[in-house]
């Protein structure tokens, strides 16, 4: 069986809590490294709609950010909010030339797609206090194989 672990997202700079989730089994192999296109932001707005708050831009930049930590965590096969260089959410916004007023990241691993990474993300309080982050403004939201990251976050 096949074990991953949901991790209590990391806004900004705190650490997060993992605890293990079983995946279900899988006969065919991971797909290959994809980016969510158009349904990128549908289920994340309209999740935000149900919960009155207004929509999020995508952004090109926070785009990159996540999907550069989805790689980055699919290479290493390992979920984490740090990145193999050591680096937070917090340092992987600004060193990409983001004015960062607040943000957040939701990382998950998971067979199931984006319907089951955000159903991950929309069930845990912490991941879902972050979708609901009053002062973000804008989102990038990225796969790689199995492991998904969602970064959301607002300019100063």
Avoid: K
Avoid at 82 to 97: C, K, M, N, P
Avoid at 104 to 129: C, F, K, Y
């Amino acid at each position: 069986m096949f074990v991953a672990r949901l991790c209590l997202p990391l806004l900004l700079l705190l650490a997060p809590a993992c605890v293990p989730v079983p995946l279900p089994s899988s006969s065919g192999s991971t797909a290959p490294e994809t980016f969510v296109e158009d349904a990128r932001g549908a289920q994340l707005n309209a999740f935000r709609a149900e919960n009155g708050m207004a929509p999020l831009s995508f952004s090109p930049v926070l785009q990159e950010v996540a999907a550069a930590h989805a790689r980055d965590m699919a290479a290493r096969g390992e979920m984490t909010h740090t990145g193999s260089d050591g680096s937070s959410i917090g340092d992987r916004i600004q060193r990409s030339g983001y004015r960062l007023r607040a943000g957040a990241e939701n990382i998950a691993v998971t067979r199931g797609g984006l319907d089951a990474a955000m159903r991950i993300w929309i069930d845990s309080p912490p991941h879902r206090a972050n979708m609901l982050m009053p002062r973000v403004r804008e989102y990038g939201l990225a796969q790689s194989g199995n492991y998904w990251a969602m970064v959301v976050a607002g300019t100063r």
